[in-house]
């Protein structure tokens, strides 16, 4: 889900967000708070506007501003909007995690498979996920304002003599992308914790995400996200090492044979860099990533 408004801004806009994560950070304390109020369904819709309509302020104000210099300071200005984000929240919210529960509706399990319960939220998550992913798929693709979008982005020049507003369009994009980031902070927050580092936390593998799907490619950010989780998951399950698999092949491996500390890392404890070493590997094989198009 963060991927894919990530995705959204940088296939349409060439900006590369670095503050993106940050509005997801927002959109799970502003459902708290809003969810304090007026419950959690409000807030399911009520924090992503709040948090889009603050990225569309922020492009319009700030990053439009740079846009004419280049990526250096679009990626500069993103940079220094996330620690803005992470100062402001701690003024407001605390340094401390917040009681940002799950809704009596999303608790306890959904189903239960070979004595394992898989919870309503995660199923919740799954749900909303793959409506995001379609919706804004037939946006982008079955509709006059997506076709709007995407010929702003080859083709300024010819959409703004046909009567349209590109930075407007602009504008909205950005908006839309941080939207999508708060929707996914108002379920991420409650199902696992909502804190100042929630952001930093989930920063670097969205980034992964991206470039190993493609950049610009929504249906490659959702077969990385899908590979990567299962990749992550069943890794953690594993615990096997190069060792005892040379030694089931009938070699020999002492304290003494070089690199046997490496040797004796099982899959599990090395489950949280797989995902950069199958970053590294998409980098050298297929910079494009896995569905993204060539240039040209």
Request: charged share 10%; no cysteine; net charge positive.
């Given at each position: 889900m963060l991927s894919s408004g990530?995705?959204?801004?940088?296939?349409?806009?060439?900006?590369?967000?670095?503050?993106?994560?940050?509005?997801?950070?927002?959109?799970?304390?502003?459902?708290?708070?809003?969810?304090?109020?007026?419950?959690?369904?409000?807030?399911?819709?009520?924090?992503?506007?709040?948090?889009?309509?603050?990225?569309?302020?922020?492009?319009?104000?700030?990053?439009?501003?740079?846009?004419?210099?280049?990526?250096?300071?679009?990626?500069?200005?993103?940079?220094?909007?996330?620690?803005?984000?992470?100062?402001?929240?701690?003024?407001?919210?605390?340094?401390?995690?917040?009681?940002?529960?799950?809704?009596?509706?999303?608790?306890?399990?959904?189903?239960?498979?070979?004595?394992?319960?898989?919870?309503?939220?995660?199923?919740?998550?799954?749900?909303?996920?793959?409506?995001?992913?379609?919706?804004?798929?037939?946006?982008?693709?079955?509709?006059?304002?997506?076709?709007?979008?995407?010929?702003?982005?080859t083709h300024p020049e010819t959409v703004e003599a046909l009567g349209h507003n590109v930075p407007r369009v602009f504008m909205l994009v950005f908006g839309g992308g941080a939207a999508l980031a708060a929707l996914a902070g108002v379920i991420g927050g409650n199902t696992y914790v909502t804190e100042p580092a929630m952001a930093g936390a989930v920063g670097s593998i969205v980034f992964v995400v991206v470039v190993v799907g493609g950049m610009g490619s929504l249906a490659g950010a959702f077969l990385a996200s899908l590979l990567i989780g299962v990749l992550q998951t069943f890794a953690v399950a594993i615990d096997e090492s190069l060792a005892s698999g040379l030694q089931a092949l009938g070699v020999a491996v002492t304290a003494s044979t070089p690199g046997y500390d490496l040797l004796q890392l099982t899959v599990a404890q090395i489950a949280p860099i797989l995902p950069y070493l199958l970053l590294v590997l998409i980098l050298i094989f297929r910079p494009k990533g896995l569905l993204g198009k060539r240039e040209g």
């Open positions: 990530l995705t959204l801004i940088f296939s349409m806009m060439g900006v590369l967000n670095f503050a993106h994560t940050s509005f997801y950070m927002l959109g799970a304390y502003f459902a708290y708070t809003i969810s304090g109020v007026l419950g959690f369904w409000p807030a399911l819709v009520v924090a992503p506007l709040l948090v889009g309509a603050l990225g569309a302020l922020f492009e319009r104000y700030s990053l439009r501003r740079v846009h004419k210099f280049g990526h250096v300071p679009e990626l500069l200005v993103t940079f220094g909007l996330s620690y803005l984000i992470l100062e402001l929240v701690q003024l407001v919210w605390g340094r401390a995690t917040v009681p940002y529960g799950l809704p009596p509706q999303l608790q306890g399990p959904l189903f239960t498979l070979f004595g394992t319960q898989f919870p309503k939220s995660r199923s919740f998550i799954m749900l909303l996920a793959l409506l995001m992913l379609v919706s804004v798929w037939l946006l982008l693709t079955r509709t006059r304002i997506g076709l709007v979008i995407q010929a702003a982005l």
